[in-house]
Structure formats: structure tokens, C-alpha cells
């Protein structure tokens, strides 16, 4: 019986490595998971930090060259956007509402979605 003893004390010594290994696998890529979730996190923050900072100087003459440009090319790229948008509006015969930017129809007088008068 020794022969049978020592194939079944190897097998739970292997069984025991197997589930130690499967273990830490489970437990590193939780924490990789963990690790690029916080990244993605910090990525929106640095975003909204920058849009804050946006915010903040966009109507500031003292900026260094670098960031008037940065700045400038948000502003026009804004502008670019919006223009689109009301592009697309026309194509669909709608507007938006200037208080609660809802697409309504081009005629309307009231907003369907807040009621605000429109002119």
C-alpha cells in the first residue's frame, strides 16, 4: 500500500500546487482588471480637469504660445461642431432649444420637452 499511499500523497501535492497557481491567476488578473479600470478613471478625470481648465482660460490673453493654440483649436473645433449640428438640424427641418438643447420641430413655438417659449 505504500506505492498507492505515495501516488496519492503526490496527486494531492499536485492538486494542492494546481490550486495555488489557479489562485493567484484569478487574483492577478483581478487586480489587472482593477488596475485598467482605475486608469480609465483617471483618463476621464484628467479630461474633465482639462475642460475645467478650459473653462478657465479660454478668454485669457496671458497664455503661453502652446497652450493659446491648444485653446484656440478647442474654440474652433467647438464652433465646427456646432455648425455641423445646425446643419443637420436644417436638413431635418428641427432646431434646438436653447434651454434644454432638445431637437424640436422648426415651427414650433413652444419646446416639447421644457415648454420654454421659442421665437
Known amino acids: 500500500m505504500g506505492f498507492l499511499d505515495d501516488a496519492i500523497n503526490k496527486t494531492k501535492e ?6 495555488q ?14 488596475i485598467a479600470s482605475l486608469k480609465s478613471k483617471r483618463e476621464k478625470d ?28 478647442i474654440i474652433e473645433k467647438n464652433e465646427e461642431i456646432a ?20 431637437n424640436i420641430d422648426i415651427n414650433s413655438a413652444f419646446c416639447n420637452s421644457c415648454g420654454a417659449k421659442l421665437d
Open 21 to 34: 497557481k489557479t489562485g493567484e491567476v484569478v487574483t492577478t488578473e483581478k487586480q489587472k482588471f482593477n
Open 46 to 73: 484628467f479630461a474633465d480637469l482639462g475642460r475645467i481648465y478650459f473653462e478657465l482660460v479660454k478668454k485669457d490673453n496671458d497664455l503661453d504660445d502652446e497652450t493659446r493654440n491648444l485653446v484656440d483649436a
Open 14 to 19: 499536485v492538486f494542492d500546487v494546481a490550486c
Open 83 to 102: 455648425r455641423l449640428n445646425a446643419d443637420i438640424q436644417n436638413i431635418k427641418n428641427k432646431r434646438v432649444c436653447p434651454r434644454c438643447s432638445a
